[in-house]
């Protein structure tokens, strides 16, 4: 079954880079304006079916890299939700920000009024692996890439 996906893209101050899949809540096909038009005059050409469509553009919120204790893409913070059908999502975002730890802790200050507002648009745009509504952030915490089994 295809989904509409959110790719979001980060870069440190080294140039690296990393990206994650998020399956959006709003399943309605996307208005493409010309791109959309130009897609379905080649469909229309063609004798194959269309599967996909990825559309690439510049952020609404190009921001810069700064420094600071995490700010690489191989720390992240990890956020866990849960979906209403009971499947659980985890959402990164990489080099997080000291703020949003509680103080000489890992853990995600989920109080924290930056991550409430992560928090509510989670749950505002993105489906569980299932397809459900996520209905809850569970915890968060900040992992390393090599924690997860990856060199770093």
């Known amino acids: 079954m295809r989904v509409n996906h959110?790719?979001?893209?980060?870069?440190?101050l080294s140039g690296a880079e990393?990206?994650?899949f998020l399956r959006m809540m709003?399943?309605?096909p996307p208005a493409l304006g010309p791109v959309g038009a130009w897609w379905l005059a080649a469909l229309a050409l063609s004798n194959l079916g269309g599967a996909d469509v990825s559309v690439v553009r510049v952020s609404p919120a190009l921001t810069v890299p700064t420094p600071g204790p995490f700010a690489t893409v191989l720390d992240r913070a990890l956020f866990i939700f849960r979906g209403a059908g009971g499947a659980t999502k985890q959402v990164w975002v990489p080099g997080p920000i000291e703020e949003i730890f509680v103080d000489g802790s890992?853990?995600?200050d989920l109080a924290n009024p930056l991550?409430?507002?992560f928090v509510a648009a989670t749950l505002a745009a993105v489906a569980g692996p299932?397809?459900?509504p996520l209905t809850q952030c569970v915890r968060g915490r900040r992992v390393r890439v090599k924690e997860l089994g990856m060199p770093l």
Do not use: H, L
Not at 6 to 12: A, E, H, I, K
């Open 6 to 12: 959110f790719v979001p893209g980060w870069m440190d």
């Open 18 to 20: 990393t990206c994650e």
């Open 26 to 28: 709003d399943q309605s």
């Open 106 to 108: 890992v853990i995600v």
């Open 115 to 117: 991550c409430e507002a």
């Open 130 to 132: 299932d397809g459900q």
